[in-house]
């Protein structure tokens, strides 16, 4: 068996936003938000279920399954493979955002309902490199008492994530292992038992997939490694700036100071036209 990478744009949408099977999307909220038994979610509408985009249509880096339960408590999932300048205010306005949009100006404000946002990071986000999973509510500062329940921000970091299979027996930890290491596996690990993470793994199992869902899987790949390429390109590229720039003001010095052209050659690592363009705009001036 060979599974797909479920942090992919098409995948992670595919799996958790699948209307036939809403366990796997119940079964990953109950599990991450350790819900007992008599308050666990029996039921999801997916407000965005997965459709295949076309592919010149596929521009989205931030992916999302949003869905409500029973009770009308909106969930937010997302998967968020980088890190971007503003991800926690971010984070925050599409929350509070989803939270005003319930009602319209005017309504009684009683019949907003709670907002839950589930992020799933391929990044460290917070200093602490111990916990994988940290839950966010407004609470009193003095006595730690959460009454503002409005909005909760829960954060599922992988890198932090370094358990393997075999020493896994939480629910939620067997969901995190699946998201990040499912694309590395090629069997079902034995130690599933849960219906909705058993159909996640069909779910992510490539010989299910159509030639299409494919086709748009590896665009999706692609696009990633392009993003990643134009990434290292521009670091790159600054650091060789900065490194010049560093050059250029030492061997500057080295001039004025009535050092040896060989000397500052080998102290710079300038090439000779380049210390003559240098020698002349320091006479001109």
């Known amino acids: 068996m060979k599974f797909v990478d479920v942090k992919n744009d098409i995948a992670f ?7 036939n099977k809403k366990e796997i999307l119940i079964s990953f909220l109950n599990a991450v938000l350790e819900l007992p038994e008599g308050k666990k979610i029996v039921t999801v509408e997916i407000k965005n279920p997965f459709q295949l985009p076309e592919i010149k249509h596929l521009k989205s880096t931030i992916l ?11 969930y937010i999932v997302e998967m968020q493979i980088e890190e971007l300048e503003g991800f926690d205010k971010r984070v925050q306005y599409y929350t509070a955002k989803q939270y005003s949009a319930q009602i319209e100006k005017g309504e009684d404000y009683p019949k907003l309902n709670q907002v839950i946002f589930i992020g799933i990071l391929d990044f460290k986000f917070f200093e602490d490199d111990t916990e994988y999973i940290t839950k966010h509510r407004t609470v009193n500062i003095k006595t730690q008492k959460s009454t503002l329940t409005a909005m909760e921000y829960n ?4 890198p932090k994530f370094t358990k393997q299979i075999e020493n896994i027996e939480t629910l939620v930890d067997k969901w995190i292992f699946f998201i ?6 090629d069997v079902i690990p034995a130690n599933i038992e849960d219906e909705g993470l058993k159909n996640a793994y069909q779910d992510a ?3 299910n997939w159509t030639k299409e869902e494919l086709e748009s899987y590896h665009y999706a790949q692609m696009r990633k490694q392009d993003e990643i390429g134009k990434t290292t ?3 790159k590229k600054a650091v060789e700036k900065a490194t010049k720039q560093r050059e250029i003001e030492i061997a500057t010095t080295g001039i004025r100071n009535k050092i040896t052209r060989e ?5 710079t690592g300038l090439t000779e036209s380049e210390l003559d363009d240098l020698y002349k705009q320091i006479e001109t001036k």
């Open 233 to 235: 390109i521009a670091i």
């Open 205 to 207: 199992y490539k010989h």
């Open 13 to 19: 949408r595919k799996i958790f936003g699948n209307e």
């Open 263 to 267: 000397t500052i050659m080998l102290m």
């Open 180 to 185: 990040k290491n499912a694309t590395n596996l």
């Open 155 to 158: 954060f599922i970091e992988l």
């Open 64 to 74: 999302d399954v949003s869905a409500t339960d029973q009770r009308n408590i909106s």
